[in-house]
C-alpha cells in the first residue's frame, strides 16, 4: 500500500523535550595552551619583544605545517589581504598590475575584512554570487562574472571548506584564453587552518596561491592577534617581508656601516604589518596542539552531519570532492531562521549567521548588484557551535535542540517526495484535483496539458493560487511525450493520474474521427512512456485511469451498474473512454502497468465550462433566460444525473491513491440521483430568481445522449470512503460562488448555441476555437 503525506498542521510549543542547558554552549572560544603563560612570559622577560626570532621560529614551524616556506607573518589577516593586494598593483612579467578600478572578484558573504582591502586598495568589488550548497562562491557566478578587467578572483573559505580548486584553475585559464592574461587568485582561508585539498594543506606551495590565514583570538590557531600572507614565489615573499615593515630589510640596518639603528635606501614604501616576539610565542605555544584542534572540530562536524541528516526544515552544506573542512564553524540552512535563533537563545545554545553580507553596506553602494542567491541564502544560513570545547554530550544537546526545533516546522514543500504526475491538470476536473493535492499534501505535482479550447490556459490553476506550487509542461499526448519532457520528468514518478480526454459528447457526436482519435491515441502515447519509464526501473505506485459513467451505457430504470459489468456505450465519447479503459487493462496485463481505473459520475464545481448543464442553467437564471431541460418523450419527466462535486471527485482519487488495490475499478458515484429539472430550480432559489423552463426531448434529435447513468458506490464506501463535501451544500456554495465570479460563465466564444443547454456550436466541432480566435487576432 503507498501513502500520499498530508501536511501536518504546524505544532508551535516549545516544550523543551531536554533539560535546559545552565551554562551558555559558545559558538567560539579562546584557545591558550597550557604552558603559554610560562612561554609568553619567557619572551617579556626577554627585554626583546617585537619582531624576533620567535617570530622567525614561528614562520618557520609554520611554513612546515602549511608546505610553503614563503609565509610571512604578520598582525592580521586583514592586512595579509591588504599587502597582498598592494603588492599586484605593480606589474611582474606577464602580469600587468593594477589599476585604479580594476574588478577583483569576491564574495559578499564574509568577514568584512575580506572587502575593505579592496576598497582601501582603490580597486572595485565585483560580488559573486554564493552557492548556497557550499555557502561560499558560486562558480558559474564567478565565470560569469569575468570581465576583460577582472585582475583578481579572491574568495574565503567559509567556515574553512575549500572551494573546487581545479574549477577555480578552469575559471582562471578561461579568463586567460578569453582576455589574454592569469587573474590572481586570493584565497581569504581565514577560517581554514588545517583544511586540505586534494590531500594538500590549504596554503601549500603547489597550490599556487596567494593565501591568508588568521591568527585573531578565536581561531584555530591564535597569537592573539595575528595573520598570515602564504606567497606562491620567492619574489613576492622577498618584496612582501620588506613591505610589511616600511619597506626596510630589518636584518639589514646598518647605514653606512656605522649606525646599526638607521636603515638603508627604500626604494619602495611599506606599512607596518608585521607580528610581534609576544604574540608569535603565544602562537608558538598553540601550534602544537593544532592538530588536535582541527581533530575535534571536526570529529564534531561529523557528528552533526549524521545526527541532522534528512530533518525536516534543516539542509546541511556540501562539499567538493578532494575537500577537507577544518570546521570552524559548522554551518547549515534552517528554515525560519529567526525563530530559530530564539529557540537556541532559550536552549543556552549560542548560533548566528557569523558574518553579514557586505555588499549592503553603504559604503559599497557604488558596487550594488543583485544576489539572489545570497537573498534566499541569508534567510536560512546558520551556524552552530562545533569547536574543540563541544563535548560530545553538549554537542548531542545541540542536535537535540535543532531536531526538536524542527519537529515544529511544516514540512516543506521542496522535500516533496512522492511525485504525481496528473494529465489533463489545467482542465475542469484535472484543476480541482491539482488544487486539492496542492493544498492537502506535501506531493511533488506536475502537470501535462495541451492547453486547449478546454483548458482555459493556466487560468482555472491561476484562479485557485496552486499554479506556483505546480510544475506544467505542454503537449499532446496523442504525439509520444518528446525526449526532453521525459528527461524533466525524471524517473522518480510515484503515480500518474491520466485524466486528459475530450469530454464532450456533442463534439464526439458531430466528429467522431479525430475525437476519438485523441482519447485513444494519447492513452496510448501515455501507457508507452509509462511501459518505458517501468523498464528504467521507475517505481511506479499506480497509473491511475479516469473514466467516467458513461462507457457502461444508459442504465434504464434503477439500474446500477458495478465497476466489473460490462461496458455498452452509446456514443462516440463513451466508446472512445471504454476503448482506452480497456486498452489500459490490456497494457497492465501484459506490460504489468500498474492500473486502478475510476468510473466517475456527473461533476461539477467551480470553474465548469460553461457549454455544461449547471454553469450554463445559473447563467440563463440569472439572466432571466429559458431553461431547456432534456426530458424523456414525454416531456413530463427530465433527465437525471448522479452529480459529484469535482473536489470529492479530487478527495476519492487521493483515498485511492492511499487505499486503492492496483487492478482494481472503483465507481466514484454522487451521493443522489437529481433530475434535471428540480436541480433547475435548486438553481433559481439559490439565485433567488424564477425559474422559466421548457422540457425538450432532445434524445429524439440527438441519439447519442443518454438519460440516465448509474453507478454502484458500495464498493468504495465499504473501504470506508466517505465523500468530504455534501452534494447539496457544495452545490449551493458552487452556485453562490459562480454568481460572484460570473465572469466564469462569460467564456463566450465556446457557448453560443442558444437551442442547447448543453453543447458547443457544431461548426467549432473538431477545431480548436482557441487557434481559430487566436487566427483571427
Ligand atoms: C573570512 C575572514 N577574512 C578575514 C578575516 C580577518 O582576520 P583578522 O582579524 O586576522 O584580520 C576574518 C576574521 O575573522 C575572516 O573571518
New binding site residues.
Given amino acids: 500500500m503507498v501513502y500520499l503525506k498530508e501536511i501536518q498542521p504546524m505544532r508551535r510549543s516549545f516544550t523543551a523535550a531536554s533539560p535546559i542547558n545552565e551554562t551558555p554552549i559558545q559558538l567560539f572560544k579562546v584557545f591558550v595552551a597550557p604552558d603559554a603563560a610560562e612561554q609568553t612570559s619567557k619572551t617579556l622577560t626577554s627585554g626583546y619583544i617585537t619582531q624576533g626570532p620567535r617570530v622567525a621560529e614561528l614562520e618557520e614551524k609554520l611554513g612546515e605545517y602549511l608546505q610553503n616556506p614563503y609565509v610571512l607573518t604578520l598582525n592580521?589577516?586583514?592586512?595579509?589581504?591588504h599587502l597582498a593586494l598592494h603588492m599586484l598593483k605593480s606589474p611582474a612579467g606577464a602580469w600587468p598590475g593594477l589599476a585604479p578600478g580594476d574588478e577583483v572578484l569576491t564574495p559578499a558573504l564574509?568577514?568584512t575584512?575580506?572587502n575593505w582591502p579592496i576598497l582601501a586598495n582603490g580597486l572595485r568589488p565585483k560580488w559573486v554570487d554564493v552557492d548556497p550548497k557550499t555557502a561560499n562562491i558560486s562558480l558559474e557566478d564567478l565565470k560569469y562574472k569575468l570581465s576583460p578587467t577582472t585582475k583578481v578572483l579572491q574568495f574565503?573559505?567559509?567556515g574553512g571548506s575549500p572551494v573546487d580548486l581545479d574549477a577555480i584553475k578552469d575559471v582562471q585559464q578561461f579568463a586567460y584564453e578569453r582576455f589574454g592574461f592569469r587573474p590572481v587568485i586570493i584565497e581569504?582561508a581565514?577560517?581554514a587552518m588545517g583544511a586540505e585539498w586534494k590531500g594538500r594543506r590549504i596554503g601549500a606551495l603547489e597550490n599556487g596561491n596567494i593565501v591568508?590565514f588568521?591568527?585573531?583570538a578565536?581561531?584555530h590557531l591564535t597569537t592573539g592577534?595575528?595573520?598570515l600572507l602564504l606567497l606562491p614565489d620567492k619574489n613576492l615573499y622577498t618584496r612582501g617581508k620588506l613591505l610589511r615593515w616600511y619597506g626596510i630589510d630589518r636584518d639589514k640596518r646598518n647605514y653606512k656601516g656605522k649606525d646599526f639603528r638607521l636603515e638603508s635606501d627604500v626604494t619602495e614604501y611599506g606599512f607596518k604589518m608585521h607580528m610581534n616576539d609576544l604574540a608569535a610565542s603565544l602562537g608558538l605555544a598553540n601550534l602544537p596542539h593544532i592538530d588536535g584542534i582541527v581533530a575535534k572540530h571536526r570529529a564534531n562536524a561529523s557528528f552533526y552531519d549524521k545526527a541532522l541528516a534528512g530533518v525536516n526544515g534543516v539542509t546541511l552544506l556540501t562539499q567538493p570532492e578532494g575537500a577537507v573542512s577544518s570546521y570552524w564553524i559548522y554551518t547549515f540552512h534552517i528554515a525560519n531562521k529567526l525563530e530559530f535563533i530564539e529557540f537556541m537563545k532559550n536552549k543556552n545554545v549560542v548560533v548566528s549567521q557569523?558574518?553579514a553580507r557586505n555588499d549592503t553596506h553603504s559604503v559599497c553602494a557604488p558596487y550594488r548588484t543583485h544576489l539572489p542567491q545570497l537573498d534566499r541564502t541569508e534567510t536560512t544560513l546558520i551556524c552552530i557551535p562545533v569547536g574543540w570545547w563541544i563535548t560530545p554530550s553538549e554537542r548531542e544537546y545541540v542536535a537535540d535542540s535543532i531536531k526538536e526545533f524542527a519537529s515544529t516546522l511544516p514540512v516543506p514543500r521542496s522535500i516533496a517526495r512522492k511525485k504525481i504526475i496528473i494529465t489533463g491538470g489545467c482542465g475542469f476536473i484535472g484543476h480541482h484535483v491539482v488544487e486539492h493535492l496542492a493544498k492537502t499534501t506535501d506531493c511533488n505535482l506536475v502537470v501535462i496539458d495541451k492547453l486547449s479550447y478546454a483548458s482555459l490556459g493556466y487560468d482555472r490553476l491561476r484562479d485557485t493560487g496552486v499554479l506556483d506550487r505546480v510544475k506544467v509542461f505542454t503537449t499532446d499526448l496523442v504525439q509520444p511525450i518528446p525526449e526532453g519532457i521525459a528527461y524533466e520528468l525524471g524517473n522518480n514518478i510515484e503515480f500518474i493520474v491520466h485524466m486528459a480526454a475530450e469530454t464532450h459528447v456533442d463534439n464526439s457526436i458531430a466528429d467522431p474521427v479525430p475525437f476519438i482519435r485523441n482519447n485513444v491515441e494519447s492513452t496510448i502515447s501515455l501507457l508507452e512512456y509509462t511501459r518505458g519509464l517501468i523498464r528504467n526501473g521507475c517505481d511506479l505506485k499506480a497509473f491511475f485511469y479516469f473514466s467516467t459513467d458513461e462507457v457502461f451505457g444508459p442504465a434504464f430504470g434503477t439500474t446500477m451498474f458495478d465497476e466489473w459489468d460490462r461496458h455498452k456505450p452509446t456514443n462516440p465519447y463513451s466508446s472512445s473512454k471504454s476503448a482506452a479503459e480497456n486498452i489500459c487493462i490490456a497494457y497492465e496485463n501484459t506490460y504489468k502497468i500498474p492500473l486502478m481505473i475510476v468510473n466517475v459520475m456527473n461533476a461539477f464545481g467551480e470553474r465548469q465550462h460553461p457549454e455544461k448543464f449547471i454553469p450554463k442553467c445559473i447563467k440563463k437564471v440569472i439572466d432571466n433566460e429559458k431553461v431547456f431541460i432534456h426530458s424523456y418523450p414525454d416531456r413530463k419527466m427530465s433527465g437525471t444525473r448522479f452529480y459529484i462535486h469535482a473536489r470529492n471527485i479530487a478527495a476519492a482519487v487521493v483515498f485511492l491513491l492511499n487505499e486503492g488495490a492496483i487492478g482494481e475499478k472503483y465507481n466514484i458515484t454522487g451521493e443522489s440521483e437529481v433530475s434535471n429539472l428540480e436541480l433547475a430550480h435548486f438553481i433559481a432559489d439559490t439565485a433567488k430568481k424564477t425559474l422559466v423552463y421548457e422540457m425538450v426531448n432532445h434524445h429524439a434529435t440527438r441519439p447519442g445522449h443518454d438519460l440516465r447513468y448509474g453507478l454502484s458506490g458500495e464498493k468504495m464506501a465499504k473501504m470506508g470512503w466517505v465523500p468530504p463535501f455534501g452534494f447539496e451544500e457544495s452545490l449551493r456554495k458552487c452556485i453562490q460562488w459562480t454568481i460572484a465570479n460570473s465572469h466564469w460563465l462569460n467564456l463566450k466564444m465556446w457557448a453560443d448555441d442558444p437551442n442547447t443547454y448543453e453543447g458547443i456550436v457544431p461548426s467549432a466541432i473538431g477545431k480548436d476555437p482557441m487557434m481559430e480566435r487566436a487566427a483571427k487576432l
Fill in positions: 592580521s589577516a586583514t592586512s595579509g589581504l564574509t568577514c575584512a575580506t574565503v573559505l567559509w581569504d581565514a577560517h591568508v588568521s591568527l585573531q578565536i581561531k592577534d595575528g595573520g557569523v558574518h
